[in-house]
């Protein structure tokens, strides 16, 4: 037998260090809470229904916005051909990409453009499937006004000749 012996815990002994366990453990759950009350009261500082969406909707809105196609008619009513393409075309028609005939390719564009501009721009607005590629209505861009679409399709005409 070793001369170490514990001694024997008392019940007060017990019921103070349970004490002094608890509360460390109560001050942090009343300062969490406190913190979370504090957050909802400066969140929320009016009881107005619609100033509390407005709030929701400014903190869910996204960090950026990505605007294609946003070519506008210049002072003269005209738009900008160039534009529109660099803005939303030149993703496919630079790349090849869906099958698209690259602006520029001659051979591509030459037994398109024998079609006639009408032809073109009937595909180009309405969109068309054809045997190496799909093109889909208004480059997939549904804001493009017609003259937009058209005047995309003068410029790669423009490139393509």
């Not at 024997?8 to 608890?22: E, N, P, R, Y």
């Not at 979370?36 to 969140?43: D, N, R």
């Not at 803005?87 to 079609?115: E, F, N, V, Y």
Request: charged letters at 20%.
């Amino acid at each position: 037998m070793s001369g170490h012996e514990m001694e024997k815990t008392t019940v007060s002994q017990f019921l103070i260090a349970l004490v002094g366990a608890l509360i460390p453990v109560l001050i942090a759950a009343f300062l969490i809470f406190k913190l979370v009350m504090g957050i909802q009261a400066t969140h929320v500082a009016s009881n107005d229904p619609k100033a509390a969406e407005a709030e929701i909707a400014q903190r869910l809105k996204p960090v950026g916005e990505v605007a294609i196609g946003e070519a506008k008619p210049e002072a003269g009513g005209v738009v900008d051909g160039k534009k529109v393409y660099e803005g939303l075309c030149q993703a496919c028609h630079g790349t090849g990409a869906a099958g698209a005939p690259k602006a520029g390719d001659k051979g591509a564009w030459g037994p398109r453009i024998a079609q006639g501009k009408d032809t073109l721009f009937k595909h180009a607005i309405g969109g068309f499937t054809g045997k190496s590629g799909t093109m889909p209505a208004k480059g997939g861009n549904p804001a493009l006004s017609d003259a937009e679409v058209k005047a995309a399709v003068e410029h790669m005409i423009g490139l393509s000749k």
